[in-house]
């Protein structure tokens, strides 16, 4: 995060001319509240995640980043047709199946064999991420059209002072090298595709629609673990992902 961050911010502000669109002091506004959100729900998924199991963890914080925003956007009057209705709980439910733990050793390896309880501090954590990332949507939401991507860069500088002053406060703030920077460099281009996706989707859309479909990622996160990675994956995993193409389809329609 401490590279791939401040990296994203230099190529959107590369491709960003190209968008065309200018800033008003709304889209600023929004655009800095939902970095910082981002900023603040990246540091307490993973506070939760090393501490707490992440069978519990990640379920939990799944389904409050996509049920939260859903309760939002029907509070101030969007009116989904009852087939989404019926793909929004559909998704709800997939969210949390496919962000299950994989049935192998990972987690163990990872922690020594030292045992992860999911006690009062990584409930606060694990809530707090969920909300977190919750209210980031909402904010991105917010932003008017007009700005191209521009509001992005406003909400990626935000995010990476948010990481860089939690790293330095908590004496984290050493880059990585080798393989693991070439990764952070592919996470920027990415992080850089997904996120304008998102402004472009949440200006065009409903706020309960585009929230539950983008909350969908852990699916393709476990299709392509086992396609890239040879990773085994549970049957309640596979029944998520199955739940999860027919929420998209019933939105789509």
Known sequence: MIVSYPLSVLIVLL???????????????????????????????????????????SPLTAVLVAGI????????????????????????????????ESPDSTTEEITGGR??????TVAWLTVGSGVAFAVSFIFLHRIPEGGGLWPIVVSRVAATLVVWLVAVAARLFSPPRGEPLRLAVYVSFL?????????????????????????????ATVLLAMVMLGERVGRLQQVGMVLALGAVALIAV
């Open 115 to 120: 045992e992860l309880r999911f006690t009062a």
């Open 15 to 57: 491709v960003a001319p190209f968008f065309g669109g200018s800033l008003t002091a709304p889209a600023v506004w929004w655009a800095l509240a939902s970095g910082i959100a981002a900023g603040l729900a990246v540091w307490w998924f993973y506070l939760a995640l090393a501490s707490g199991p992440m069978a519990v963890v």
């Open 191 to 219: 992080d850089v595709i997904s996120s304008s996706a998102m402004l472009f989707a949440f200006q065009s859309g409903l706020l309960s629609l585009v929230s539950v479909i983008g909350s969908l990622y852990p699916a």
């Open 69 to 100: 925003p859903v309760v939002v956007g029907i509070g101030i009057g969007e009116r989904p047709g009852a087939l989404a209705f019926v793909g929004i709980a559909l998704a709800l439910v997939a969210v949390v199946l496919v962000s299950r």
